[in-house]
Nanobody, 124 residues
């Protein structure tokens, strides 16, 4: 069973940057697509973006394009989320998720495995 562990969350001022990591164990990027979701307090979990299992295609939620960048290191079995120009509305618990197959759907129900999440707080 795939296990996911996020790290890198914390408190940052508006306009700052943060990089989150998602370590994938008992699975590889060859057979799993991985994605980032986030859940602001009291709101639904929403799609941030992801990488298809080949690592050749990345996908982003439209509002986040240009500020967020997703990458992966196959040798380390780790996915990253680089967040720049952070805003207070980016405050959320950030989760990584994985699913078999190459597609990266935005629906959280399509993912089979989830990490425990890491809190990101952006102060104004």
């Amino acid at each position: 069973q795939v296990q996911l562990e996020e790290s890198g969350g914390g408190l940052v001022q508006a306009g700052g940057s943060l990089r989150l990591s998602c370590a994938v164990s008992r699975g590889t990027f060859i057979t799993y697509a991985v994605a980032w979701f986030r859940q602001p307090g009291g709101k639904e979990r929403e799609f941030v973006g992801g990488i298809g299992w080949s690592g050749q295609s990345t996908y982003y939620a439209d509002p986040l394009k240009g500020r967020f960048t997703i990458s992966q290191d196959n040798a380390k079995n780790t996915m990253y989320l680089e967040m720049n120009s952070l805003k207070p509305e980016d405050t959320a618990v950030y989760y990584c998720a994985a699913r078999r197959g190459g597609a990266v759907p935005a629906e959280k129900s399509k993912y089979d495995y989830w990490g425990q999440g890491t809190q990101v707080t952006v102060s104004s």
